[in-house]
Each structure stands twice: as structure tokens, then as C-alpha cells.
């Protein structure tokens, strides 16, 4: 059973845009904040962004003017809004409750590379 399916990376120069998209399982989405989280090669998996159920946001310093998270409740489904990107947003890009848990497996990502 597939429960969270990211989607919408790919190849854009930097200071392109990109619109990722995370469909859950409603056992995991609802009642539950979700995040973003990306892992660059041979680096370890970093959070991006996070939103609560009622819409309430983090979004790190790094991505930070530039990213921005939202969700839709009614079809479990999340978002991350990427402008501006630069070389080093280079780096899959995973969905997961926040904090991650640990009975949700993750899903296959979805690969955003930045360059020219």
C-alpha cells in the first residue's frame, strides 16, 4: 500500500521554479503536521519545511523567502512552492509527518537538480 507519493521535480536553471506535490494516505496526513525534507548527495536528510493542520508554517533558513508550504486538507494532498533555486537545492525530495515518524515509510522522492 502506497502512502505518500512525492511529485513535480526535475531539471530547472537556477532561479527557475518548481511546484512539488506530496499525495498521502489520509491516515497519515490527516490530524497530523507534514513536512518537507530533501537529502543532497552524501549529505544527511535535512527538513525543508513544515506546516501544522491548521496552516501554521517553519520553513528553514536556508530556503527561507524563497520556499513556501501549504497543504490541502480536503484531498490530503501537500505542496512546496521552490523560486529562486540555486545550484545547492540540488537534492531529493521526501514528504513525512513532522516530526517524521518512524511508522511512516518513506516514499520514493521526487529528484529536483538546479543547473545551468
Known amino acids: 500500500q502506497v502512502q505518500l507519493v512525492e511529485s513535480g521535480g526535475g531539471l530547472v536553471q537556477p532561479g527557475g521554479s518548481l511546484r512539488l506535490s506530496c499525495a498521502a494516505s489520509?491516515?497519515?496526513?490527516?490530524?497530523?503536521?507534514m513536512g518537507w525534507y530533501r537529502q543532497a548527495p552524501g549529505k544527511q536528510r535535512e527538513v525543508v519545511a513544515t506546516?501544522?493542520?491548521?496552516?501554521?508554517?517553519y520553513i528553514a533558513v536556508s530556503v527561507r523567502g524563497r520556499f513556501a508550504i501549504s497543504r490541502d486538507n480536503a484531498e490530503n494532498t501537500m505542496y512546496l512552492q521552490m523560486n529562486s533555486l540555486k545550484p545547492e537545492d540540488t537534492a531529493v525530495y521526501y514528504c513525512?509527518?513532522?516530526?517524521?515518524?518512524?511508522?511512516?515509510?518513506w516514499g520514493q522522492g521526487t529528484q529536483v537538480t538546479v543547473s545551468s
Open positions: 506546516i501544522t493542520t491548521g496552516g501554521g508554517t
Open positions: 489520509e491516515s497519515i496526513f490527516r490530524f497530523n503536521a
Open positions: 513525512n509527518r513532522a516530526p517524521r515518524s518512524a511508522a511512516v515509510s
